[in-house]
């Protein structure tokens, strides 16, 4: 093999043929994008720790486009970017952004998924919503791309304490280092859905130049 | 005055038509056995008017979702949100009082649609149809979280409507009720509202139509319309509670301009009667406006 080869071959490896979605810097984005998703910005955590914000997304250019791609093998990129009228205007229409990390959340969901062994359903605002979105008071995952509500499990609604205690459990012992909102009703808690995260990761692609 | 006294009569000498309507009225609240009864009426084709103890303040039951979706389109006219704008459905709302956490029991909602889609989002159009055509109140808390009560006082105030309307929290807040916080309500309250409209001047005539449009979906029939002949459209919200019966709504006629008309009621918990006795205010009322000439107006 001669050098030449080897480096097509080290290109080819990084141009991700599967995944077309393009990455931006969000330091490039146009300013009503920049003030929604305020990329690479500190924000205070409910714990006054400041926490960087992502500053590289992956852009998605239609619904369409969202409803085709996979993330993992049971998961659609449109299952993480489902918000309500409550997210931040420009960021409810397509081109959308999402932190480059969703892919990370992706594979521990689908890992999630196995050991449940039936369909997890990520609930609305409950995949990425961005720091604007109005749900979002102090620095969340899920602005980060790596956290998400789950509000049913196969046939089970996680509305109550039983369903979600059970779940929580079983996301813990499946996937090293996810932290899961306890049951309850005050801030900090959750009674209608599991919260798992995966805490605030940054990911870079290696085709960032910057 | 206090919130549940009011005058019977107006200020000015009854016509015949009223001074008949009056008994009539009274002789089937008598015969009812409510509590208290107030009715409001606007006819658009003679100007004709009626206010019976209008000024009386009722829990509002279900009645108060008509201010709610006049602030739901207050928010579409202002371009803060569109019909199509989504919704995240979800039954967790938190009570006036100290900001508890409550839920509306899918078992008192007629309609499951929107207990269904728990998890994923609906349109804020299909929310408010939901609202008002089978008093969804899941429908009615998530409307009333995404534009918030003061912004519905405030599209009140802004329309000159306020006066008689009372809204202070969102529906099945039992701890609220307990603490007696309601939302309030008088005959001439909604009357203002119903009137505005049937002429079509909330924000545009327009989304007037768009609200009336929804109103006419109305699947719960056994007050205002029951006794109205087949061609009569009635655009209505009922409310029910232990204690309160009521109907609110807009009745077209052929060949004739609409009425307004809103009938409140209370009663003890036990009571029954209380559709069979709004549907006969209704009919007495009918009767008086399309009869011959010798009940017209002075």
């Not at chain 1, 500190?42 to 239609?62: K, T, V």
Request: charged content about 25%.
């Amino acid at each position: 093999m001669t050098a030449s080869t080897r480096l097509d071959e080290t290109e080819r490896v990084n141009e991700s043929p599967n995944f077309p979605l393009r990455v931006v810097d969000g330091l490039t984005l146009p300013p009503e994008y920049r003030k929604a998703l305020r990329p690479g910005e500190d924000w205070m955590d409910a714990n006054s720790f400041p926490r960087q914000l992502p500053r590289y997304f992956y852009e998605i250019p239609s619904w369409d486009t969202a409803m085709k791609i996979e993330l993992a093998s049971h998961f659609l990129l449109w299952e993480f970017i489902q918000v309500d009228v409550r997210e931040a205007p420009p960021l409810r229409t397509f081109p959308r952004y999402v932190p480059c990390a969703i892919t990370l959340l992706a594979v521990c969901l689908e890992r999630f998924r196995e050991a449940v062994g039936t369909l997890v359903h990520i609930s609305a605002n409950g995949g990425y919503r961005s720091p604007s979105h109005r749900f979002s008071k102090n620095a969340t995952p899920h602005a980060w791309g790596t956290a998400a509500n789950i509000y049913r499990i196969g046939d089970t609604y996680l509305d109550n304490r039983n369903a979600i205690e059970r779940f929580s459990l079983i996301a813990r012992e499946t996937l090293p280092g996810i932290w899961t909102r306890p049951y309850g009703a005050p801030t900090g808690y959750a009674e209608d859905h599991l919260h798992l995260d995966l805490g605030y990761v940054l990911s870079v692609p290696r085709d960032v130049k910057s | 005055m206090t919130k549940t006294e009011s005058k019977a009569t107006s200020a000015n000498p009854a016509s015949p038509r009223e001074r008949a309507l009056r008994h009539q009225i009274e002789k089937i609240e008598k015969e009812s056995g409510a509590k208290a009864i107030a009715v409001a009426l606007h006819d658009s084709e003679t100007g004709f008017q009626l206010h019976y103890h209008a000024d009386r303040w009722f829990h509002a039951a279900s009645t108060i979702k008509v201010p709610i979706l006049l602030g739901v389109f207050a928010a579409i006219d202002r371009g803060e949100l569109l019909p199509h704008s989504r919704v995240h459905v979800r039954n967790r709302f938190l009570s006036v009082v100290e900001d508890i956490p409550f839920r509306v029991e899918a078992g008192r909602d007629s309609n499951s649609a929107v207990h269904n889609a728990i998890g994923k989002m609906m349109r804020v159009d299909e929310l408010a149809y939901h609202m008002i055509t089978t008093s969804s109140n899941l429908a009615t808390n998530l409307l009333l979280g995404v534009i918030g009560p003061a912004s519905v006082n405030e599209t009140l105030r802004q329309l000159h409507v306020d006066d008689g309307i009372e809204l202070k929290r969102g529906v099945e807040d039992e701890l609220a009720f307990e603490k007696g916080i309601n939302n309030m309500v008088t005959a001439n309250g909604l009357l203002r509202i119903l009137v505005m409209l049937a002429e079509g001047k909330a924000f545009s005539p327009a989304l007037s139509r768009r609200m009336m449009d929804i109103l006419h979906g109305q699947e719960f029939n056994q007050g205002i319309p029951a006794r109205l002949p087949k061609a009569a459209r009635v655009a209505h919200k009922t409310g029910e509670i232990s204690t309160v019966a009521h109907d609110a709504g807009v009745v077209y006629l052929p060949k004739r301009k609409p009425y307004s008309l809103v009938i409140l009621t209370e009663w003890d918990p036990s009571a029954t009667g209380r559709l069979r006795t709004i549907a006969a205010i209704s009919q007495t009322i009918y009767e008086l406006l399309t009869q011959g000439p010798e009940l017209k107006d002075e």
